[in-house]
């Protein structure tokens, strides 16, 4: 084998090491290109926690609106959610201050979180106040089941199902509910 055969053959070696290992050197020498690849990670975590503690904030409402969390709870969790959001809002204001102008994919500016998105979120504006076909179906339904629970005749005595004062047989288990 030729001398210089075996110097190139070492300097491809050399060459596909550097290859490999520049990932790990670009990590821990900080560089404009490591710097901005970090910070747009960070941005891309808050922004999907933003949107995690919206959701959970629309979800916490909701519950609350169908009786699903007690009273005492729901001020506490609401507010440690809006805590929460608030301290996201505050990073990504940070990271927008840090970096003015910066262009994200494609030559777009990078959308803006606004401080009130998470109040928005949770209390959308007041809709008109002509009635809905949606609010009279509502009604009838609340006016249903008060009617409903005035009715009630008690529980079945095989299995436990509650039933009505016009139930003749347990919808569940068809025991006989008549006295004979």
Known sequence: ??????FLIFALFVLAGLFVALP???HKLPGKKAARRM???????????????????????FDFALKKIPEVDYPVQRNMLLIRGTEILR?????QKRSPGTKGKGGKEPAKIGKSSIVEATHPAPQPSQPTPDDELE???????????????GFCPQCGKPVQVSDHFCPKCGESLVSR
Not at 1 to 6: A, E, F, K, N, R
Not at 91 to 95: F, P, T, V
């Open 39 to 61: 910070q747009g990670h960070d941005i891309s975590a808050l922004l999907a926690e933003h949107d995690q503690i919206i959701n959970a904030l629309r979800e916490l409402d």
């Open 24 to 26: 790990l050197f670009e």
């Open 91 to 95: 990073q990504l204001d940070g990271y």
């Open 139 to 153: 009604t009838k339904i609340a006016a249903r089941r008060r009617s409903r629970q005035e009715k009630s005749g």
């Open 1 to 6: 084998m030729d001398l210089g055969s075996i």
